[in-house]
């Protein structure tokens, strides 16, 4: 089977479309269905389950999915440090979750770059789970993420400091500036999907009032953290955010920052990387000097 194949699967799967897959994979329709009835013959299985709504994986598909993005994410790892050795340059791959990784990262890349102009460093955004795996297997060299995920003989956790939550509205937005708790109730909020640990510290905050995170007053959900910030300059309701992301609106007095009296929504940000006698001399270096920075790596 080739490497095509594999990534054309991947493509369906993600598609949920054999069409739509084809086009991503810039090839005819029909290419893309002959690819997937080779791959299924050579493997002796139905790996997909076709209908007038698109493919679905089988309970086997599950398990060849899983595989096939191990072999594609090292062969592409291969691809990169074949490329690397070729040109004498020193390649890391920084991996984040996604909020960390929109606000909070950049500024250290920037810092670290700074630091060390010869290195060549990329910033991803993945979740936990896919981040803990990408290391393990190699594909990044070191990732920030927001909790201990799992313990683990192969790699090493560093605190750097926490992530500061903040809660904020629109600088003429009717709201006291100090608020009681059970008042958090009642207020319009827009929340961000990218980051569980808020709602997570939300619902431990309310539990002395016996309510959940169910309860608050949210007027919508959003996975982007531009769409948050855009409905509360809008003065749609008020939203909690990492500082880091609203710094510039602060600044410039465009929305204010209300407290909420017995809230602390702040989480624990930490430096993960397999142990240092894994690791090559260049992302020894950047790690030794993100951990003296500390906190102060971020902005």
């Known amino acids: 089977m080739h490497l095509d194949t594999l990534k054309c699967f991947l493509y369906i799967v993600e598609e949920k479309s054999i ?9 005819s329709q029909s290419a893309a269905s002959q690819m997937l009835s080779k791959l299924e013959e050579d493997f002796g299985y139905a790996l ?6 698109g493919v679905s994986l089988t309970d086997r598909g599950e398990i060849a999915l899983k595989y096939i993005q191990k072999i594609i994410k090292h062969y592409n790892q291969m691809q990169l440090e074949l490329k ?4 004498n340059s020193n390649h890391i791959t920084i991996t984040g979750t996604p909020s960390l990784a929109s ?15 010869e290195y060549q460093f990329s910033l991803g955004e993945k979740s936990i789970v896919d981040i803990i795996d990408d290391i393990k297997e190699g594909v990044t060299d070191f990732g920030f993420i927001d909790e201990m ?27 006291k500036e100090q608020i009681q708790l059970e008042e958090l109730l009642q207020v319009e909020l827009i929340m961000c999907t990218l980051n569980s640990k ?26 982007s953290m531009t769409a948050v910030k855009s409905s509360v300059l809008n003065g749609y309701g008020m939203a909690f955010v990492p500082y880091e992301s609203v710094k510039h609106e602060l600044y410039e007095k465009s929305v204010k920052l209300v407290t ?13 990387c397999k142990k240092t006698v894994d690791l090559s001399h260049s992302v020894k270096q950047s790690q030794g000097y993100l ?3 500390g906190r102060k790596s971020f902005c």
């Not at 997909?48 to 709504?53: G, Y």
């Not at 750097?160 to 629109?170: C, D």
């Not at 809230?263 to 624990?268: A, I, Q, S, T, W």
């Open 19 to 27: 069409s739509k897959a084809a086009i991503k994979a810039h090839i």
């Open 48 to 53: 997909l389950n076709r209908s007038n709504k």
């Open 84 to 87: 690397n050795f070729d040109a």
């Open 103 to 117: 606000y909070s990262l950049p500024c250290m890349l920037y810092r670290i770059k700074k630091k060390f102009p």
């Open 149 to 175: 995920w799992t313990e683990s003989s192969d790699l090493l956790y560093h605190k750097l400091g926490q992530e500061r939550i903040v809660l904020v509205a629109k600088e003429d937005y009717y709201v």
């Open 198 to 223: 808020i709602c997570d510290h939300l619902d431990d905050a309310l539990k002395p009032l016996n309510k959940k995170k169910e309860d608050l007053n949210v007027i919508f959900n959003a996975n």
């Open 260 to 272: 909420v009296n017995q809230l602390d929504l702040n989480y624990d940000i930490y430096m993960v």
């Open 291 to 293: 951990l003296d920075l």
